[in-house]
Nanobody
Framework: QVQLVESGGGLVQAGDSLRLSCAAS????????VGWFRQAPGKEREFVAT????????YNTNSVKGRFTISRDNAKNTVYLQMNSLKPEDTAVYYC?????????????WGKGTLVTVSS
């Protein structure tokens, strides 16, 4: 079992930056694909970004490409999401997940989420 705990969320203004962290415990992230997903009020959970154990990344091009950067520190068993130039539409609960691929259905383990609120 892998336990995931997100941190770093908060209330910021449009244009600000935040860095989210996802700390894993229980066992190492190993070769899992680790991703960030988000869910805005009244909307379905959506893919944000994923990173493989080798550092390969994928992004939701339409909404975050060029503004968000996912990174991974295998020694610390932690994954990060650097979010720059935040927009009000980025407001959501951000979830960390680990699994087999970059699809929501491919994730085995989920954190409880951290709330990001971006004011205009």
């Amino acid at each position: 079992q892998v336990q995931l705990v997100e941190s770093g969320g908060g209330l910021v203004q449009a244009g600000d930056s935040l860095r989210l962290s996802c700390a894993a415990s229980g066992r190492t992230l190993g070769t899992y694909v680790v991703g960030w997903f988000r869910q805005a009020p009244g909307k379905e959970r959506e893919f944000v970004a994923t990173i493989t154990w080798r550092g390969g990344t994928t992004y939701n091009t339409n909404s975050v490409k060029g503004r968000f950067t996912i990174s991974r520190d295998n020694a610390k068993n932690t994954v990060y999401l650097q979010m720059n130039s935040l927009k009000p539409e980025d407001t959501a609960v951000y979830y960390c997940a680990a699994g087999a691929n970059d699809r929501l259905s491919g994730m085995y383990y989920w954190g409880k989420g951290t709330l990001v609120t971006v004011s205009s």
